[in-house]
């Protein structure tokens, strides 16, 4: 069975900076776009980031320029560097990766458990 697991987050002041990383695991798949995405509460849950298998990205335009997605293809891993952080920011972040399982002959769109980041204003 393929699962993300998510790591990182936190509390930071604003204007600090956390990393979070995701690492799909399993056998037998492959994985195309992994990506970020958060919910605060009350709110619905949004895109962060995307990055497809290639390295094209795409983000939301509320973390332009202090975001930055990447990717270590060869071990599944996504990473979502977080600078300049603001109390807007606060909510829950959600790995997702979009792929393929080979074992089960499925396509998959998984979801990590989530990962609380807190900036304090």
């Known amino acids: 069975q393929v699962q993300l697991v998510e790591s990182g987050g936190g509390l930071v002041q604003a204007g600090g900076s956390l990393r979070l990383s995701c690492a799909a695991s399993g056998s037998a798949f492959s994985i195309n776009a992994m990506g970020w995405y958060r919910q605060a509460p009350g709110k619905q849950r949004e895109l962060v980031a995307i990055?497809?298998?290639?390295?094209?990205?795409n983000y939301a335009d509320s973390v332009k320029g202090r975001f930055t997605i990447s990717r270590y293809n060869a071990q599944n891993t996504t990473y979502l560097q977080m600078n300049s952080l603001k109390a807007e920011d606060t909510a829950v972040y959600y790995c997702n990766a979009k792929g393929y399982d080979y074992s089960s002959y499925i396509h998959l769109n998984l979801w990590g458990q989530g990962t609380q980041v807190t900036v304090s204003s």
């Open positions: 990055i497809s298998s290639g390295g094209s990205t």
